[in-house]
Structure formats: C-alpha cells, structure tokens
C-alpha cells in the first residue's frame, strides 16, 4: 500500500524552513565557538583559529618579519589569545582579498587590536571597507595617539624626518614629497603634514612603497 505523499511533504518542507533560518541566523562565515579557538600566532596582527581559517586583525598593522618589534608584537599577541576562544565583530566586509577573515577580536573583556595599539605595538590602518566603524576607530586612533605621547614600541624608533609629508585627499595612506605613488596627484588633490606625527594622530598609515 503506497503512503499519501503529504506525510513526507510537509515534514520535509518544515525542515527546510528551519535550515533556511539558522543559516540565515548564522552567516557563512560563522559556525560553534569551538570554531574560534586560537590555534597558532602566525604574526602581530593575524592568527590561525581551529577550523582552519586565517583572520586578520583590523584597524592595525604590526612590524613585518625583520622590522623592530616583530617579535614583540608577535609575542604579546601570543600572550593574549593563543588557546583560548574569542569573540569577533565584522566590518561591512568579512573577507580579504586573500580569504582571511577580518575582524576586531575579543577575548572576555579584552579589545585585543585595541591593547596591540596602546602598547605601542603597531600603527592604525584604515581602508574603505571599515571606514563606517566610526566609534570603533575614534577608540583605536586615541589607544595610538597614547603611545606615541609616552613614545612605547615602535613610537620610540628614531626616524629621519622630511620636511613635509603628503597624502591624497580621500586616502588614509602618507607618503614622502617623492613618493612614485602621488605622480598623477595634482597640489589641489594633496595634503600636507609637516611631521610624521602630524599624519598619524590624524589617522593616516605609512606609504609601503616609500616607507615615510
């Protein structure tokens, strides 16, 4: 005897309404906690968790491999979240060019690209995508600015200094006079910082091409 079609129709369709919801409720780029469980440190400002996924801190930029500092930034970094599950808040995109997650990382009450700054462990970076975290990095650039004032970490490097510093309007990046990246700016596209220091407590990161 062959059953009505209805007793598997409707609690197929139920089920799917319900999958349809926690997806939605979930996102695709999240999953349990156990999913944000720090498994290894792969330098100052990214981390690998235990589903396999790369995340990127947002809002800093720490000292590459070779620069002063690395191996501190690295190191606090370790300190803060290696084993231990954290929590994290997107930007308007979840996602680099590179497939790693971004985000600003909590583990408990701890603001973790927050306290990298403060210690003087690296520089804000600001791009488009989290341009809008407007109260987020009002909190970063003053983490910054305090040490730059007690001249932590990387604020304690002496540098040569330029006369002037440039930048683009509508950029978050400075450059020096020279720099081969500002050749097709015209004067009233740029402006003018007459320190380093100028420039970072306004917001703006170093050029990577002409290291200012």
């Not at 690395?70 to 996602?95: H, P, Q, W």
Request: overall charge positive.
């Amino acid at each position: 005897m062959r059953l009505p079609k209805k007793r598997f129709i409707i609690p197929f369709f139920v089920l799917f309404l319900v999958l349809i919801r926690y997806i939605s409720e979930v996102g695709f780029d999240q999953s349990p906690a156990d999913r944000f469980r720090v498994v290894n440190v792969i330098d100052g400002d990214t981390i690998e968790l235990s589903g396999g996924d790369r995340l990127r801190l947002l809002g800093l930029d720490t000292p590459e491999k070779g620069q002063p500092f690395y191996d501190s930034a690295k190191a606090f970094l370790n300190a803060l979240v290696i084993g231990k599950n954290i929590e994290v808040a997107y930007s308007k995109k979840r996602r680099d060019g590179y497939g790693r997650l971004l985000g600003y990382i909590y583990v408990d009450s701890v603001w973790v690209n927050k306290e990298i700054l403060r210690n003087g462990l690296a520089h804000l970076y600001l791009f488009e995508d989290n341009l809008s975290d407007k109260e987020r990095i009002g909190e970063l650039l003053s983490a910054q600015n305090r040490a730059m004032e007690s001249g932590q970490g990387v604020w304690s490097i002496k540098r040569h200094e330029e006369d002037y510093y440039l930048a683009g309007k509508g950029s978050y990046r400075f450059h020096r006079p020279n720099c081969r990246s500002l050749a097709k700016r015209t004067p009233e596209e740029l402006i003018k910082f007459f320190s380093r220091a100028e420039a970072f407590r306004q917001g703006y990161s170093p050029c990577r091409n002409c290291r200012p």
